[in-house]
């Protein structure tokens, strides 16, 4: 059992190197600490290492050489089995998790290995169901559900396990605006409750509004790390990462040029559109005034 | 667990004697070697078919990946020694393993050596209809994709606490529902959006239609495929007149 305590960094990787069977060096010398109720963000361009990088930590890989600990204790030995009920790998496509007869029931079977009575057990089910919003798919096959309902079933089957640490490969990847915003509110509530969030993701503009730390990786390394919007507004990095400057950026980059000096310092699309419509009352009203 | 050993049959391109005979030739040795393997019950003429592929492994430069074939079947090898032994004897077990062995290597030089695109201009020359022989390379391509399939399956379900080892046959196969019903969707899912991209690409629109590669059955193949039929008669005969060999070649474990 591994307790949770709040004196070390939550997740500290040391030295870590991967070589897949067939020669490829997937990861080389990852060294990173992740700190309890932190949201990471991970980017860079395919074939990076950042999915074999987070499937190292629940155990589906195992380290060429270097060592994991979570919460200063190392995970090498540990089982998948075991490493689930701490990190929460929610996966690309649903359709590779969802099998079960009925939407309850493949909630039911990741809470199979947890032990509950059948009481306990029917509690949480209908807990989740009703904090996903799938009620009302209770007895629907999992098949029948459209894209952005099995990818949030995929997550509240995770979920439900309640994991320490939660770990999103490309969750924004084939969603719409309403679901990436019913998503964001998901890791809002999760992260409130201290949760550790770890996201990989593509969606520049995703990561730069909502995620505060972001690791860049490229060719097995990590070749930054810090602040979201200190790592995406530098061009050289973005560029080595195949990223492009998020929209934000761009515009406020496009303002200054004509002027508009003081914008350096907005970073969401709120801050932006709340800066223009100051700026165009001021001049609407200096202009009547004249 | 790893489905790593599914490598073992994937198509990797070579320079070698074996790589560059027929697709046609190669068919016949796997088929010549399965019905050699099917034809005795005994360990002595098994070993025999057996070690006759070694050679053919060497001069393919496939050694290492026919060892991962092998290994592969580490697990069903432990079912047919207990099965096999409580049931029948441990001879027949041992007959029985060379047997699966045998097999299993033949097809998995087969599949290492014949590139997917030559399988089916060969189906092609043999008179097969074009929508079945692109069908069935189409099939043969698919193979590591559905094995990397199969992994990202088995990691996303292990991530949900599910273990792979469970006490009991009829818990080892329940075990087995939710690795393989997302499987097969995801399977026939990718079947639809496939013959889609087909039929938006003009697929099968006329009857007949010209190549850009053609094969030939050049002088080696035909050599190579005459000494196949050859151990082939010549098993068959040993199978015939089984009575007649010597004790050495009907050996049997004491037990």
């Given amino acids: 059992?591994?307790?949770?305590?709040?004196?070390?960094?939550?997740?500290?990787?040391?030295?870590?190197?991967?070589?897949?069977?067939?020669?490829?060096?997937?990861?080389?010398?990852?060294?990173?600490?992740?700190?309890?109720?932190?949201?990471?963000?991970?980017?860079?361009?395919?074939?990076?290492?950042?999915?074999?990088?987070?499937?190292?930590?629940?155990?589906?890989?195992?380290?060429?050489?270097?060592?994991?600990?979570?919460?200063?204790?190392?995970?090498?030995?540990?089982?998948?089995?075991?490493?689930?009920?701490?990190?929460?790998?929610?996966?690309?496509?649903?359709?590779?998790?969802?099998?079960?007869?009925?939407?309850?029931?493949?909630?039911?079977?990741?809470?199979?290995?947890?032990?509950?009575?059948?009481?306990?057990?029917?509690?949480?089910?209908?807990?989740?169901?009703?904090?996903?919003?799938?009620?009302?798919?209770?007895?629907?096959?999992?098949?029948?559900?459209?894209?952005?309902?099995?990818?949030?079933?995929?997550?509240?089957?995770?979920?439900?396990?309640?994991?320490?640490?939660?770990?999103?490969?490309e969750p924004t990847l084939g969603q719409d605006a309403r679901e990436i915003e019913s998503f964001i509110k998901l890791i809002n509530s999760e992260k409130e409750k201290g949760k550790t969030i770890i996201i990989i993701t593509h969606n520049i503009e995703f990561a730069y509004e909502f995620i505060p730390r972001t690791i860049l990786m490229g060719g097995g390394e990590i070749i930054a790390d810090g602040p979201t919007q200190n790592v995406l507004n530098n061009n050289f990095l973005t560029e080595r990462s195949s990223l492009i400057l998020p929209q934000t950026r761009q515009l406020s980059l496009a303002l200054q040029e004509i002027g508009f000096q003081d914008i350096n310092k907005i970073v969401t699309k709120n801050d932006i559109t709340e800066y223009l419509i100051k700026f165009l009352r001021n001049k609407t009203t200096s202009a009547q005034e004249e | 667990m790893s489905l790593e050993f599914l490598n073992a049959f994937k198509f990797m391109k070579k320079e070698s004697f074996l790589h560059n005979l027929d697709p046609r030739a190669k068919l016949v040795l796997a088929l010549t070697y399965t019905i050699s393997a099917l034809l005795f019950k005994q360990i002595i003429p098994l070993l025999i078919i057996f070690l006759s592929l070694i050679p053919l492994v060497i001069i393919g430069k496939i050694l290492k990946?026919?060892?991962?074939?092998?290994?592969?079947?580490?697990?069903?090898?432990?079912?047919?020694?207990?099965?096999?032994?409580?049931?029948?004897?441990?001879?027949?077990?041992?007959?029985?393993?060379?047997?699966?062995?045998?097999?299993?290597?033949?097809?998995?030089?087969?599949?290492?050596?014949?590139?997917?695109?030559?399988?089916?201009?060969?189906?092609?020359?043999?008179?097969?209809?074009?929508?079945?022989?692109?069908?069935?390379?189409?099939?043969?391509?698919?193979?590591?994709?559905?094995?990397?399939?199969?992994?990202?399956?088995?990691?996303?379900?292990?991530?949900?606490?599910?273990?792979?080892?469970?006490?009991?046959?009829?818990?080892q196969i329940k075990n087995l529902f939710p690795l393989l019903i997302p499987l097969i969707i995801c399977s026939i899912r990718r079947a639809f959006n496939v013959a889609e991209a087909l039929e938006s690409r003009a697929f099968g629109s006329k009857k007949d239609r010209s190549y850009y590669y053609t094969i030939k059955f050049t002088l080696k193949d035909w050599i190579f495929t005459i000494y196949l039929i050859l151990f082939l008669i010549v098993f068959i005969f040993i199978r015939i007149q089984f009575s007649i060999m010597p004790d050495w070649f009907v050996w049997r474990l004491p037990v």
């Fill in chain 2, 65 to 171: 990946q026919w060892l991962k074939s092998i290994r592969g079947l580490s697990f069903l090898v432990l079912f047919i020694i207990i099965l096999n032994t409580l049931f029948m004897s441990l001879s027949f077990a041992i007959a029985m393993i060379l047997r699966i062995c045998i097999m299993v290597s033949a097809f998995s030089i087969f599949f290492l050596t014949v590139d997917p695109n030559d399988l089916a201009l060969s189906l092609i020359s043999m008179k097969f209809p074009y929508e079945f022989a692109f069908s069935f390379s189409l099939a043969f391509r698919f193979v590591p994709t559905i094995a990397i399939e199969a992994q990202n399956i088995i990691d996303a379900q292990q991530s949900r606490g599910y273990e792979m080892q469970k006490k009991g046959f009829i818990n």
């Fill in chain 1, 1 to 169: 059992m591994i307790t949770i305590s709040k004196e070390f960094p939550l997740i500290v990787i040391k030295a870590l190197d991967y070589i897949y069977p067939n020669g490829t060096v997937a990861l080389k010398n990852i060294n990173l600490n992740i700190q309890k109720g932190e949201m990471l963000g991970i980017m860079g361009k395919n074939g990076a290492g950042k999915t074999t990088l987070i499937r190292t930590l629940n155990g589906l890989i195992r380290p060429t050489s270097g060592d994991i600990y979570i919460n200063n204790e190392n995970i090498n030995s540990r089982s998948i089995a075991d490493l689930s009920t701490y990190v929460g790998l929610i996966f690309q496509n649903p359709s590779h998790q969802l099998f079960a007869n009925s939407v309850e029931d493949e909630i039911k079977f990741s809470l199979k290995n947890l032990y509950l009575n059948k009481e306990e057990l029917q509690i949480k089910i209908n807990e989740i169901l009703r904090n996903f919003n799938l009620d009302k798919y209770r007895d629907r096959s999992p098949l029948n559900l459209s894209g952005g309902e099995s990818k949030k079933l995929a997550i509240a089957s995770i979920i439900c396990r309640a994991p320490e640490i939660l770990v999103f490969d």
